[in-house]
């Protein structure tokens, strides 16, 4: 049972990227999907969520408008797309699945994202 980010990369101010999440061993459209990132040194950010049962999404405050996550059921994949990338931007991403399981939606993703189980994570750097 393992989650995989993977997407990242080094990409210039302005740019943008799209993460992908991909499990194995379970099937990912059965859970609350989300994403959280880590910069070195600071603590674990939530960034979005995507509910398993009606697609439905959430955003932290501070990443609504550039950031866009979206769930592809036939693939099984979840994503993060992130426009107009910032410095600040740069941490390792990771994708995490609500611990409360199948079914799930993205009630308390704030409290679950630093809980849930996840897998490797990707690197996005932003620099010029």
């Known amino acids: 049972v393992q989650l995989q980010a993977s997407g990242g990369g080094l990409v210039q101010p302005g740019g943008s990227l799209r993460l992908s999440c991909a499990a194995s061993g379970f099937t990912l459209d059965y859970y609350a999907t989300g994403w959280f990132r880590q910069a070195p040194g600071k603590e674990r950010e939530g960034v979005s969520c995507?509910?398993?049962?009606?697609?439905?999404?959430y955003y932290a405050d501070s990443m609504k408008g550039r950031f866009t996550i979206s769930r592809d059921n036939a693939k099984d994949m979840v994503y993060l797309q992130i426009e107009s990338l910032k410095p600040e931007d740069t941490a390792v991403y990771y994708c995490?699945?609500?611990?409360?399981?199948?079914?799930?939606?993205?009630?308390?993703?704030?409290?679950?994202?630093?809980?849930?189980?996840r897998g490797q994570g990707t690197q996005v750097t932003v620099s010029s």
């Open positions: 995490v699945t609500n611990p409360a399981g199948v079914l799930s939606d993205c009630s308390r993703f704030d409290h679950w994202y630093r809980y849930g189980s």
């Open positions: 995507i509910s398993s049962t009606d697609n439905s999404t």
